[in-house]
């Protein structure tokens, strides 16, 4: 019986509708964790959740990108580099010479510093090439300020104030 369901349980995972899905810790400046990011692969792209806890940000808008490199150990978190960008695209989704695979919609923070919400990043995978598990890993970095989605280079987000490590 054991080796039916340990046979049963490869054969789910090899299935084409298998998703891979990372979790990650997010840390706010002071490097205390201040929520979660789950990533999950679907047949197009990459699906977010975000959970950030009461206090985690200021209410309102904040920009959140896929940053190039995993590394989430620096204050302000300047070591996750730029966004995942292979196409060269400029940013922005408003921007007419954009957007490129790392802009995303912004998040809320709700009355309480908290978030929940869920993005969809087309064509971007767990693991692969242009993957968040690549050599070197992503971040998944959360901004003070909104996205404008036209401002170079960030949408004028402003400073790092959240990062999620993702690397295999």
Request: charge should be negative; glycine fraction near 14%; hydrophobic fraction near 35%.
């Amino acid at each position: 019986m054991r080796k039916f369901l340990l046979a049963a349980a490869v054969l789910a995972l090899s299935l084409p509708g298998s998703a891979l899905a990372q979790s990650a810790d997010v840390v706010g400046p002071k490097m205390a964790k201040i929520g979660k990011i789950d990533v999950k692969d679907g047949p197009h792209g990459l699906v977010l959740t975000v959970e950030l806890e009461k206090g985690a940000l200021k209410p309102g808008a904040h920009g959140i990108h896929v940053h190039e490199h995993g590394d989430c150990s620096d204050e302000g978190f300047k070591n996750s580099k730029g966004h995942v960008n292979p196409s060269k695209t400029e940013h922005g989704f408003l921007n007419p010479k954009g957007p490129h695979p790392s802009d995303l919609p912004n998040i809320w923070a709700h009355e309480d510093g908290s978030v929940l919400a869920e993005l969809f990043v087309p064509g971007m995978k767990v693991s692969g090439d242009n993957g968040l598990q690549d050599a070197d890993g992503s971040a998944i970095v959360i901004h003070a300020n909104p996205d404008d989605h036209t401002t170079q280079p960030i949408g004028g987000a402003g400073d790092r104030v959240g990062c999620a490590l993702f690397k295999k």
